[in-house]
Structures are given as structure tokens and as C-alpha cells.
């Protein structure tokens, strides 16, 4: 058999395979989950941002007003002088060198979620006190709590993640645009975008993905090794397995196998940006991430199937400062974020993708001498021109010594991981009953849509 042929046989069978693979949701009423996804609104896009190491946010939005002095008293030495504090409302104001989120928030394109975290029921730090309430597990841990922003359920009972739920939703299963509705451009993998249907496409840059098994010689065809063609005999032989989890292994290392030729010509007619990068950055530098979202979104009809709702995720490395407070990371993030927004209003999808941030934790109101140490409850920020900006949304705690908002030091959230999340899905188009799929907790919280969208 030619080579060509016995190809086209192998891409024909990963193609038949795959169709079979056992949908994690059910298809009643799938096709009215897509008409709700796509209701005249065409394309959108969210764009997650994770702050990962706990984000001191108690310096990124500090009292203007009468609050000052008893926020001065709790931070002591790492609190900001007054006068270098940006305006944002009557009341707050951001530190100086977040002037691009600033003007953001002015223009009606940035909002502050304020103090969001993880919860299992709504609780005061008197409950949690009197051990009254149940409380997530593992506070104050990185990868706990991390991962339950990732999975979206502070329970910790979820197996996959929220994003990965959430495009189970809005794609029916046969949509050749579902493999493309989780888009990876971090350099780490995530929990967020693992456990659907299909696995998020990770972009290293701007480019196709290579395929790694041919690179280094004994893919499948790689020069028509005998190697190589022992693993085209193997993943053959797995995708027509009666063994499940070899079935959909073998279905989907042939996806990523095939992933050069099926994205061939995605990034024609990209669009040249550059964005600037930081300093001390660990891993790759946010504004690279945020450049390869932008490219990528700047030739989204070219993806198989035209994806009409994506997520995208990067990752902003730096956050676990106990000897700082987050100055560098702080500035860096609101020029990246201005870029990006800049970057979106020129191609004029302002209004069909939006940004916003999430981190493990906040920090402790007080210091510990240079910086901060783990906390709980955080503000989180969401950008774009959907958004209903200008203003923030819940209750900003108190931050004087003692504060009855706090325990133990660290803010007790107000306002719930679910209720968070679960607005961005609703805007991208999950029903209201599917939202409880997604967020399997929400229900134990009053509010479901925090209403900071248009």
C-alpha cells in the first residue's frame, strides 16, 4: 500500500473513531443549547488571566477617602502614600503605575469585582470562627485553591474543568468547532480547560503546533521508519479498542498527530502586533501570552468549523510576593491588559471578547515586615467593551486592624468563585439551567449573575 493511501485510510478511521467517543453530556436538547450559544450575537470570546500566586490586592486599590488613615494602620509599611493614589472613584483609587487600567476603568471598559473567593456557603468571619459554616478545604494553599478557580466548584467534588464543562455545553458533540472552543496560551497546562470533550490546543507562539512524535523521528510516516510505523500499527489497532480509556487515548494522540495538517493555513493573514514584555518575569512573559491571543483572535474564521465561542487562558507568573507587595506585577499587568484592549479596538472585537482575572487567593491585610502572606477573599477585574465599567461591583471590605471583614487577617469572601464565573458563562451564551451543570455549587449562592455586562 502506498504511503499517501494507507494515510488518507488512518485519517479517515481517526475521524470515524472520534465521532464515537461517548459525549460527556447529554444531546437532549443540545441543538437548543447551540441556538442560545449563537442568538444573533456571532462571535465571542473570554479571555482568563490567572494572577498565579495570590495577588495583593489591598495595593492595587486602596481607601482616597476617610478610610485612608485606618488603611495606612493595617499596612504599615507597605502602605501607599495617599497622594500617589489614582483616582477611581470618589472613595478608591489605583496605585500610580496601573495608569492604563485606570483609564480603563474611566472610559466604561474595566470593572472591579470586589473581594471574590472561594466558598463553599456564604459565611462571615464570625461563622468561621465559631466553625459554624463549612469553609473550602486546604485554605491559604496554592494548589488547592488554585485548582479550585480552575475547576470552578469550591467543594472540590469536579473532575474537570469549568471551561472544558462549559464547551461541552455550548458545542453540540459532532461540531468540527468544538475541538477549537479551549485555547491554551500559557506555558503551562491547566485544569481549567481539561476533562471535555476535546482537549485545548496549546500555542507555544503564533504558529501551528509541530508535531513532536514525527520531530523526533518515530511518529507515525516519520521517513517511513520501521519504528514509526510500529505506532501508526498501534493507534490503528487502540482506536477500534473495546477498552474506553485506550479508546479515546489512542482517538486523541491521533487529533494532535494530525493537528498541523487540519490547522494547515490558520495564520494566514495574521496581524502584526508585538507587545512589550516585562522584567523578572518567571516563565513566559504575559504580554507574549496576551500577543499570541490577539494573533490568534485576528484569524479566528480560519479555525475548522469557524468557532463561534472560545476561552482562551494565559498565565501571569509572580504573584506569591512575602517580601514585596506586587509593585512590578501590578504595573506590568495593567500595561499588558492596555495593550491587549488597544490590540481588540483596533480589530473591533471590543465588544465580542472579554478579559478578566482570577488568582489563588489575596493576601494578608498586614504585613509581615517586607510583604504579605496568603490569604482568602480578593478583587478581581474583567475589561472589555461588553462590560459595564466604571464601576465596582459588591462590597469593598474594610481594610483597618481588626477588621470584622477579616479572619485571622485574611478577608472572608463576599461574594462567591460561582457567582463570578458563572456571569461570564451566561454572556457567552450557557442557559440558566445549564449554568448548575457547569457550577454543580452555584445554587448555594443568592447571586447568579453579578449583572457587570451590557
Same mark, same amino acid.
Given at each position: 500500500?502506498?504511503?499517501?493511501?494507507?494515510r488518507r485510510d488512518f485519517l479517515k478511521?481517526?475521524?470515524?473513531?472520534?465521532?464515537?467517543?461517548?459525549?460527556?453530556?447529554?444531546?437532549?436538547?443540545?441543538?437548543?443549547?447551540?441556538?442560545?450559544?449563537? *442568538?444573533?450575537?456571532?462571535?465571542?470570546?473570554?479571555? %482568563?488571566?490567572?494572577?498565579?500566586?495570590?495577588?495583593?490586592? %489591598?495595593?492595587?486599590?486602596?481607601?482616597? *477617602?476617610?478610610?485612608?488613615?485606618?488603611?495606612?494602620?493595617?499596612?504599615?509599611?507597605?502602605?501607599?502614600?495617599?497622594?500617589?493614589?489614582?483616582?477611581?472613584?470618589?472613595?478608591?483609587?489605583?496605585?500610580?503605575?496601573?495608569?492604563?487600567?485606570?483609564?480603563?476603568?474611566?472610559?466604561?471598559?474595566?470593572?472591579?469585582?470586589?473581594?471574590?473567593?472561594?466558598?463553599?456557603?456564604?459565611?462571615?468571619?464570625?461563622?468561621?470562627?465559631?466553625?459554624?459554616?463549612?469553609?473550602?478545604?486546604?485554605?491559604?494553599?496554592?494548589?488547592?485553591?488554585?485548582?479550585?478557580?480552575?475547576?470552578?466548584?469550591?467543594?472540590?467534588?469536579?473532575?474537570?474543568?469549568?471551561?472544558?464543562?462549559?464547551?461541552?455545553?455550548?458545542? $453540540?458533540?459532532?461540531?468540527?468547532?468544538?475541538?477549537?472552543?479551549?485555547?491554551?496560551?500559557?506555558?503551562?497546562?491547566?485544569?481549567?480547560?481539561?476533562?471535555?470533550?476535546?482537549?485545548?490546543?496549546?500555542?507555544?507562539?503564533?504558529?501551528?503546533?509541530?508535531?513532536?512524535?514525527?520531530?523526533?523521528?518515530?511518529?507515525?510516516?516519520?521517513?517511513?521508519?520501521?519504528?514509526?510505523?510500529?505506532?501508526? $500499527?498501534?493507534?490503528?489497532?487502540?482506536?477500534?479498542?473495546?477498552?474506553?480509556?485506550?479508546?479515546?487515548?489512542?482517538?486523541?494522540?491521533?487529533?494532535?498527530?494530525?493537528?498541523?495538517?487540519?490547522?494547515?493555513?490558520?495564520?494566514?493573514?495574521?496581524?502584526?502586533?508585538?507587545?512589550?514584555?516585562?522584567?523578572?518575569?518567571?516563565?513566559?512573559?504575559?504580554?507574549?501570552?496576551?500577543?499570541?491571543?490577539?494573533?490568534?483572535?485576528?484569524?479566528?474564521?480560519?479555525?475548522?468549523?469557524?468557532?463561534?465561542?472560545?476561552?482562551?487562558?494565559?498565565?501571569?507568573?509572580?504573584?506569591?510576593?512575602?517580601?514585596?507587595?506586587?509593585?512590578?506585577?501590578?504595573?506590568?499587568?495593567?500595561?499588558?491588559?492596555?495593550?491587549?484592549?488597544?490590540?481588540?479596538?483596533?480589530?473591533?472585537?471590543?465588544?465580542?471578547?472579554?478579559?478578566?482575572?482570577?488568582?489563588?487567593?489575596?493576601?494578608?491585610?498586614?504585613?509581615?515586615?517586607?510583604?504579605?502572606?496568603?490569604?482568602?477573599?480578593?478583587?478581581?477585574?474583567?475589561?472589555?467593551?461588553?462590560?459595564?465599567?466604571?464601576?465596582i461591583y459588591g462590597t469593598m471590605p474594610?481594610?483597618?486592624?481588626?477588621?470584622?471583614?477579616?479572619?485571622?487577617?485574611?478577608?472572608?469572601?463576599?461574594?462567591?468563585?460561582?457567582?463570578?464565573?458563572?456571569?461570564?458563562?451566561?454572556?457567552?451564551?450557557?442557559?440558566?439551567? *445549564?449554568?448548575?451543570?457547569?457550577?454543580?455549587?452555584?445554587?448555594?449562592?443568592?447571586?447568579?449573575?453579578?449583572?457587570?455586562?451590557?
Open positions: 500500500m502506498g504511503t499517501n493511501t494507507k478511521q481517526a475521524l470515524a473513531t472520534s465521532a464515537g467517543i461517548p459525549a460527556l453530556m447529554s444531546l437532549l436538547g443540545a441543538f437548543e443549547r447551540l441556538e442560545a450559544a449563537d *442568538d444573533g450575537r456571532d462571535y465571542k470570546a473570554i479571555v %482568563c488571566v490567572l494572577l498565579e500566586g495570590g495577588a495583593d490586592v %489591598c495595593n492595587m486599590i486602596a481607601p482616597l *477617602d476617610e478610610k485612608y488613615d485606618a488603611y495606612k494602620a493595617v499596612r504599615k509599611n507597605i502602605a501607599l502614600a495617599k497622594e500617589s493614589l489614582l483616582s477611581l472613584t470618589g472613595e478608591y483609587g489605583m496605585r500610580e503605575n496601573m495608569g492604563d487600567m485606570q483609564k480603563l476603568f474611566q472610559d466604561g471598559k474595566l470593572a472591579v469585582i470586589a473581594n471574590v473567593g472561594t466558598l463553599v456557603e456564604p459565611v462571615t468571619a464570625q461563622e468561621v470562627e465559631e466553625g459554624s459554616k463549612a469553609i473550602p478545604f486546604e485554605l491559604f494553599a496554592h494548589n488547592t485553591q488554585r485548582n479550585q478557580w480552575m475547576l470552578g466548584d469550591a467543594t472540590g467534588g469536579s473532575r474537570s474543568g469549568w471551561a472544558a464543562r462549559a464547551a461541552d455545553w455550548l458545542y $453540540d458533540p459532532g461540531d468540527t468547532a468544538a475541538a477549537y472552543a479551549n485555547i491554551n496560551a500559557a506555558d503551562v497546562n491547566t485544569l481549567l480547560q481539561n476533562g471535555g470533550r476535546h482537549e485545548a490546543v496549546q500555542f507555544a507562539d503564533a504558529e501551528i503546533p509541530g508535531d513532536t512524535m514525527r520531530s523526533y523521528g518515530f511518529g507515525p510516516e516519520s521517513g517511513g521508519s520501521d519504528l514509526g510505523n510500529v505506532y501508526q $500499527d498501534i493507534y490503528e489497532s487502540k482506536m477500534a479498542a473495546r477498552h474506553k480509556l485506550m479508546k479515546v487515548f489512542a482517538s486523541r494522540r491521533v487529533v494532535e498527530l494530525n493537528r498541523p495538517e487540519t490547522l494547515n493555513g490558520l495564520f494566514d493573514g495574521v496581524k502584526e502586533l508585538e507587545f512589550d514584555t516585562g522584567v523578572h518575569e518567571v516563565g513566559k512573559p504575559l504580554g507574549k501570552q496576551l500577543e499570541i491571543a490577539a494573533k490568534i483572535l485576528s484569524v479566528k474564521e480560519n479555525f475548522p468549523g469557524t468557532p463561534k465561542r472560545q476561552i482562551f487562558f494565559v498565565n501571569h507568573h509572580g504573584w506569591d510576593t512575602h517580601d514585596s507587595d506586587n509593585e512590578h506585577q501590578a504595573g506590568y499587568l495593567s500595561q499588558s491588559l492596555g495593550e491587549f484592549q488597544n490590540a481588540l479596538d483596533e480589530m473591533g472585537l471590543s465588544e465580542q471578547v472579554t478579559t478578566f482575572t482570577v488568582s489563588d487567593f489575596g493576601r494578608s491585610l498586614s504585613p509581615n515586615g517586607a510583604g504579605t502572606d496568603h490569604g482568602w477573599g480578593s478583587h478581581a477585574f474583567v475589561m472589555g467593551g461588553a462590560v459595564k465599567g466604571g464601576a474594610r481594610i483597618e486592624p481588626d477588621s470584622p471583614d477579616a479572619w485571622h487577617d485574611r478577608l472572608v469572601p463576599t461574594i462567591a468563585m460561582e457567582s463570578y464565573l458563572a456571569t461570564l458563562a451566561a454572556w457567552m451564551g450557557v442557559s440558566e439551567s *445549564d449554568l448548575d451543570a457547569i457550577f454543580p455549587n452555584l445554587g448555594s449562592f443568592h447571586q447568579r449573575n453579578l449583572g457587570f455586562f451590557s
